[in-house]
């Protein structure tokens, strides 16, 4: 049993256990993959889930082939690391569809110490931004007149659309959720605890990032 | 979400299952299970059953759901309610055609049950549809749908919040255009009431 023990003493280490992390890190992914714009990282749930999974594949090279435990231990694994990939991926997929505006919002953001992006992905993203950039000047804008020859950025942006409706389930109870009228009257919802809803994305999008609501 | 990637949540549910082998309790980051004595029913996730239960090393227990005569009163119920009645588990489908799919000769009555299931599921689409219908005619921006399940809603997709989003479209159109022309006066107190809870 060599490999609970190091196992728990990693846990006592980081005072969460690598259930409640892989529990948070699973809600991160549902709610991702389920919201219309990027959320705020989790690459601390990453980077620990990373390393409880490397000890795991340490921990089973230990244990012989025909060990049942062999088979389940990797099996777990696989499905962690689907959880992951998917979660970094779908990541990845918003930063590169709405480069620009993530970018021009993260710049403030940065400043506030609340950025959303990872420092890798905010890198990859002013990388993507700018070979999108030449790419669009050497296929195209430096073969226009000498007037046309500016990449207008903003023009380029494509935004999430945060009007778009979205299910979800609240976690807490909470009162005077203001949904948005087009009449000009605006109306006010409570959310009970357990309750689930289909309404606009945008006046819950502050509590789907304090955990208050999970995306369906 | 993939349908795959519901089924993939809902794997992560605990039911009980009797192994046929005596092993140590299994420490998985998900948890500890275990220990597995031969004969003595313990609980673990839904995937590790299933996989145990391909190595033909395990028989399943049903959950207690997973009965004819609770199945036949939960249909009962949900014909007769105006409303989604409460599934008794929120994955009810995952864990049926998993449980039925590979592990049916551990269930009593298997193909009744996968029958009544299915009736169950079909009731509760054609209400979905019924509200759905009700949702968009009231011009709604807002529904409320206590007691789908994930795989449910997951269903209809594609469908309602595009449907919806496309509505408001329209409404911002018809409202810049022409302020006096309101399709909908009064979309939430409508669409609040005639959406099933």
């Not at chain 1, 110490?113 to 993507?128: F, G, I, V, W």
């Not at chain 2, 313990?42 to 145990?52: D, G, K, Y």
Request: hydrophobic share 35%; net charge negative; proline share 5%.
């Amino acid at each position: 049993m060599e490999s609970t023990e190091e196992l728990q003493f990693s846990d006592d280490e980081e005072e969460v256990t690598a259930e409640t992390v892989l529990k948070t890190l699973q809600c991160a992914w549902q709610n991702e993959r389920l919201s219309p714009e990027i959320l705020p990282h989790q690459n601390d749930m990453v980077e620990c889930m990373l390393g409880q999974i490397q000890h795991m594949e340490r921990n089973i090279n230990k244990l012989s082939k025909t060990d049942l435990r062999t088979s389940i231990h990797k099996m777990e694994i696989s499905r962690i690391k689907f959880i992951i990939c998917n979660y970094l991926k779908t990541r990845l997929n918003k930063i590169e569809k709405y480069c620009i505006p993530i970018l021009n919002q993260e710049r403030q953001r940065i400043e506030t110490d609340t950025n959303y992006l990872t420092p890798s992905e905010y890198k990859y993203a002013q990388e993507y931004v700018l070979n999108m950039e030449n790419h669009m000047k050497n296929v195209v804008l430096n073969k226009m007149p000498g007037n046309m020859q500016v990449f207008e950025m903003n023009k380029m942006a494509e935004h999430p659309n945060l009007q778009t409706h979205v299910f979800l389930k609240a976690n807490e109870t909470i009162n005077g959720v203001v949904l948005e009228d087009l009449t000009g009257e605006d109306e006010e919802i409570d959310l009970e605890e357990g309750s689930q809803h289909i309404l606009q994305y945008k006046p819950i999008a502050d509590l789907l990032k304090n955990g208050k609501v999970t995306l369906l | 979400m993939e349908p795959y990637e519901i089924e993939f949540i809902g794997e992560n549910r605990i039911i009980s299952i009797t192994p046929n082998f005596t092993h140590d309790k299994i420490y998985l980051i998900c948890g500890e299970f275990g220990p597995f004595r031969a004969g003595l029913p313990v609980n673990v996730p839904l995937w590790l059953a299933i996989m145990l239960k391909q190595k033909q090393k395990c028989h399943v227990i049903p959950p207690d759901w997973m009965d004819v005569e609770v199945l036949e009163n939960i249909k009962e119920e949900e014909k007769r309610s105006r409303f989604f009645t409460k599934m008794p588990n929120e994955h009810y489908m995952v864990e049926a055609k998993l449980i039925l799919g590979s592990a049916a000769e551990d269930v009593p009555n298997a193909p009744e049950i996968k029958t009544i299931i299915k009736d169950i599921w079909d009731i509760r689409m054609s209400k979905l549809r019924t509200s759905m219908d009700a949702l968009m005619k009231t011009g709604g921006g807002y529904g409320r749908l206590d007691h789908l399940t994930m795989m449910e809603i997951n269903s209809v997709k594609p469908l309602l919040p595009a449907a919806m989003d496309n509505l408001l479209r329209m409404q911002m159109k018809t409202k810049k255009t022409a302020p006096s022309l309101n399709l909908n006066s009064s979309t939430f107190s409508q669409s609040g009431s005639s959406q099933n809870t």
